[in-house]
């Protein structure tokens, strides 16, 4: 587990060597740090010697760049790490100087500086260690606490070069003629060039282009992505990363507005860095310049990296695409919080051009249980004769536009508003509040029918407004000549017809600005499929946090009873689960009318819907599971509970139960059916109105009880009240407290097991390490028999214990305290100093020289 957030990797190896070794190198950098890896490439450098090894440059050649484009390729497989290559010690000929700059800043100073040199035993307590931490220092800005440690990684069972070979790395660099090419052959340098590229989701293979410019610019680079938003996301992550890699450099970052941009106006260039894919952009570029009288520029092509991981539909190289793709049907920003929609209920909002499959999607959200409202029926229903639009529709664009039957011909009607701005918002200004106020009484429906999850079809959602009215807004994307292919294919359309529709409309680039989720329908059924199931993986749990917070307290000590008897009814406060129950102080409430009380039936002033409160009971008890496991939510929140013979009931307002406002439950029909029909309606009434009474403060009274069992405090006697029962307001805060103490002893024990598995990590370091020492002597057996003997060193430790005593004996006076310190600070003074100690031990060595030889 990685236990640092960003690191230093020094790499001393030649990069002959060193390709092979990548890999492993890698994955064991990987193991410590989780975040941001720089790399810094200092090939031959020896961190074994007596001496403080200094930053010298390294010589820019094919090989270093064919070494970077290697490297970049092996870290993609580690996806989560953030791998940068510094190249400000990496120097082209012309630029070769014998002194770096000073200490270059980061954007993330490294806490931690790893290295590929090792030791000959293998350990990790040595002067190696030291070296390296003041090297880091001395060229980057490091963290104050900087750890080191010398990666010793598995290279596994294969033989691996122990020195360099002449065995070049696979050419990725081919610069075009007449520009010649071998390894070992300096890279020329120039003082201003160009690269460009979309940027999106900065990449691997984006690094590779950046860093290639980077190394042929001396004073200044051109980077033109293309205008695509949000571009001023991708110009940060651009600027970071340039900055790191070469602080040295000047950055112009342009966005691309045509064909050629800079690299084919500006005079002073003198390079271009493109990829395998934009090499023939780059020669008409330098078309256009001959053709401009500008000299033609220097062209470095770059191989593709390829994906090693890539998956279904997904390209076989490092793309930006591929980085998109995989974002499809996950959440890209925090849902809306929506306290007017109805309670238990979460909205979303399914939007898209024409033709980019809208209803397929909506039916498949159905199929999993979602209620579905096409806001295109709805239309039809406002539009019908005595609809809510029918009549205003009518007045406001003439008689003329109605069929014999008297049914608005909605051709006529489309054929007044296209291309006319203002009749079109007369139409809209009608049909658009009549729609939403149609679908909010769709929502009542949903949630009479005890749904949970509600789909709002609607292609105008957005032009609408009708964002207001969903907690998620999903986007359905797809090329649009894809889109107007469906469209002529569908509705028979001319393609400049169907053009002219996908115009009137929003863009999928604003839609997606404003969306939650992003879908698409270009490839196969089961594609799409898939993508709405990553969002039912979590869809849940977004929709239960919302029901949460949506709502409201009527009073905090009803509320606090309501929520622990609700809770003691549902958990029957099992002591597994009990400690786990989050109140935190009332943050986070549920409103006490929405539980399902006293054996799934509501009484006094809380009506309730059995539907509704399982299901928040249910999501209570997975907060009670989840607040001390490491277990996610459970999915199957998505889906309904229903129950059988369940009679909805809404009531708007806190008050005495009448007739309407008392829900029937399984158990009062049962009730009912035992008694004689010679009972009155009122009196039987009454009884089951009792009955669910007496029930109620039973499970109030059990829960109380199950309380003061589980919660230690509850059990202890407080004497300021005597020998008196436990009041339910003391057991409540009681238990208040107790919940937490416990969220604070978690919290310490994460700590706890924080700190012991950096202590597991290092100890396995350690463990690696003696290890090796081990082989090492059992491979060599014999070795040490020629050292000096324990008994040797110990005459020696002897002999200059024997001289120091002597003269502390012949100096020290010991007749009174105060002579005794005065003494024994002017030997130090005088027999303690470097020389004197040395002249000892030579003198000491001397000696047992002449009684041994």
Not at 134 to 160: F, N, W
Not at 183 to 201: E, I, L, S
Not at 783 to 800: M, R
Request: charged residues 20%; hydrophobic residues 35%; proline residues 6%.
């Amino acid at each position: 587990m990685a236990v640092f957030r960003s690191g230093l990797l020094v790499l001393t190896t030649p990069l002959a060597t060193l390709a092979p070794r990548l890999p492993p190198i890698l994955t064991s950098a990987a193991r410590l740090v989780n975040h941001t890896l720089y790399v810094h490439l200092q090939p031959g450098m020896d961190l074994g010697g007596p001496a403080q090894p200094q930053a010298s440059p390294v010589q820019a050649t094919f090989e270093v760049l064919d070494f970077i484009t290697h490297l970049y390729s092996g870290a993609d497989l580690l996806r989560h790490l953030d791998v940068r290559i510094l190249l400000t010690n990496i120097q082209t000929k012309s630029t070769f100087l014998p002194v770096l700059p000073s200490v270059q800043n980061l954007a993330h100073p490294p806490e931690v500086v790893l290295t590929d040199f090792q030791t000959l035993d293998g350990s990790q307590y040595n002067p190696v260690k030291q070296h390296l931490e003041r090297y880091a220092m001395s060229c980057y800005s490091c963290c104050s606490q900087l750890s080191s440690v010398l990666l010793y990684p598995d290279y596994g069972t294969g033989e691996l070069p122990v020195e360099s070979l002449d065995v070049p790395l696979p050419s990725t660099i081919r610069p075009a003629s007449p520009v010649a090419r071998s390894p070992k052959q300096p890279v020329r340098g120039y003082h201003r060039g160009a690269v460009g590229g979309t940027f999106d989701r900065l990449h691997n293979a984006h690094k590779v282009l950046l860093s290639v410019a980077c190394v042929l610019a001396q004073e200044q680079l051109v980077v033109l992505p293309e205008l695509l938003q949000p571009y001023a996301e991708r110009v940060d992550h651009l600027s970071e990363f340039l900055v790191d890699v070469k602080p040295s450099l000047t950055f112009d970052i342009v966005p691309l507005l045509d064909p050629y941009g800079p690299a084919g106006s500006d005079p002073t260039l003198e390079f271009l860095v493109v990829s395998e894919e934009t090499y023939r952009g780059g020669m008409a570029v330098n078309r256009f310049r001959l053709e401009n009288g500008k000299e033609e520029l220097a062209l470095y092509q770059i191989q593709l990296l390829k994906d090693q991981s890539h998956s279904e539909n997904e390209e076989d190289k490092v793309s930006s695409s591929s980085f998109r793709q995989r974002i499809l049907g996950n959440l890209l920003q925090a849902p809306n919080q929506r306290p007017e929609i109805p309670s238990g209920l979460y909205v979303l909002g399914l939007t898209g051009i024409s033709g980019s499959g809208k209803s397929s999607v909506a039916q498949r959200l159905k199929k999993l249980g979602a209620y579905v409202i096409d806001s295109d029926h709805l239309g039809h229903r406002a539009y019908a004769p005595g609809g809510p639009a029918y009549q205003p529709v009518v007045e406001a664009f003439g008689t003329d536009i109605l069929h014999k039957d008297g049914t608005i011909n909605r051709k006529i009607l489309g054929s007044r508003v296209f291309g006319n701005k203002k009749q079109l918002k007369v139409l809209t200004d009608i049909m658009w509040p009549v729609i939403a106020k149609l679908a909010r009484e769709e929502m009542d429906l949903a949630v009479a029918k005890g749904k949970t999850v509600c789909v709002i079809d609607a292609a105008m959602l957005l032009e609408a407004g009708w964002q207001n009215m969903v907690h998620e807004v999903w986007t359905i994307v797809i090329p649009e000549t894809e889109a107007v292919r469906r469209i002529v294919e569908r509705d028979g359309l001319s393609e400049e017809a169907a053009q002219s529709r996908l115009q009137s409309q929003m863009s999928g680039q604003q839609l997606v600005e404003q969306s939650h989720v992003v879908l698409s329908t270009l490839w196969d059924p089961h594609v799409t499929q898939r993508q709405i199931l990553i969002w039912r993986q979590a869809g849940p749990t977004r929709a239960d946090t919302a029901c949460i917070k949506n709502a409201n307290w009527p009073g905090v000590a009803t509320a606090s009873r309501r929520l622990i008897t609700g809770a003691a009814q549902a958990l029957r406060f099992r002591p597994a689960h009990a400690h786990g129950l989050q109140i935190g102080g009332l943050d986070h409430v549920i409103e006490p009318r929405l539980f399902l009380e006293a054996g799934g039936q509501s009484t006094g002033s809380f009506p309730v819907r059995r539907q509704k409160s399982d299901r928040l009971l249910r999501c209570l008890m997975l907060q009670v599971e989840y607040a001390y496991s490491d277990n996610s939510l459970d999915p199957g929140l998505f889906v309904e509970s229903t129950h059988k013979g369940s009679v909805v009931s809404r009531a708007n307002s806190i008050g005495s139960t009448s007739a309407s406002s008392v829900p029937n439950t399984d158990d009062e029909d049962s009730d009912y059916q035992q008694e004689s029909y010679k009972e009155s309606y009122k009196d039987r009434r009454r009884r089951a109105h009792t009955q669910a009474e007496q029930k109620r403060r039973d499970a109030i009274k059990r829960g109380y009880d199950d309380l003061q069992t589980i919660v230690p405090t509850c059990q202890q006697q407080d004497f300021s009240i005597g020998s008196q029962k436990l009041s339910k307001a003391i057991v409540l805060q009681k238990t208040i407290d107790y919940i937490q103490f416990l969220h604070k002893e978690k919290k310490k024990q994460e700590e706890e097991v924080s700190t012991l598995r950096k202590d597991v990590t290092a100890l396995k370091i350690m463990k690696v390490n003696y290890e090796q020492i081990v082989k090492a002597h059992q491979d060599n057996p014999h070795e040490g028999e020629d050292q000096v003997s324990d008994q040797v060193k110990f005459n020696v430790f002897q002999g200059i214990m024997d001289s120091l005593f002597q003269s502390f004996n012949a100096s020290i006076s010991v007749a009174s305290f105060q002579e005794l310190s005065a003494c024994v600070f002017s030997w130090i003074e005088e027999h303690c100093e470097p020389q004197t100690l040395r002249e000892i031990v030579i003198g000491v060595l001397h000696q047992l020289k002449n009684q041994l030889y």
